[in-house]
């Protein structure tokens, strides 16, 4: 499993820009956004929904190297 920090940002009407960062782990980039897009989704209420919906969701995706894999990498060299 790899881990993925992914990034949504969209317009409120109140709030103005809001931008909220959630990491899964997930085999692949398609597999890791939309694990996140649900879980970003189920937290909003219905006026956010419809905001986000109105004015567009804007998703970035980065691909983050775990800890174990820094582990890992460390233990091999020694």
Do not use: C, H, W
């Amino acid at each position: 499993m790899k881990t993925f920090e992914v990034r949504f940002r969209y317009q409120d009407r109140n709030q103005g820009p809001v931008e909220s960062t959630v990491k899964v782990d997930a085999s692949s980039l398609p597999g890791a956004v939309g694990k996140a897009a649900r879980d970003f989704v189920k937290k909003l209420d219905r006026k956010q929904r419809f905001d986000m919906n109105k004015n567009g969701l804007e998703i970035s995706t980065k691909a983050v190297e775990g800890q174990e894999a820094q582990e890992a990498q460390a233990g091999t060299a020694s």
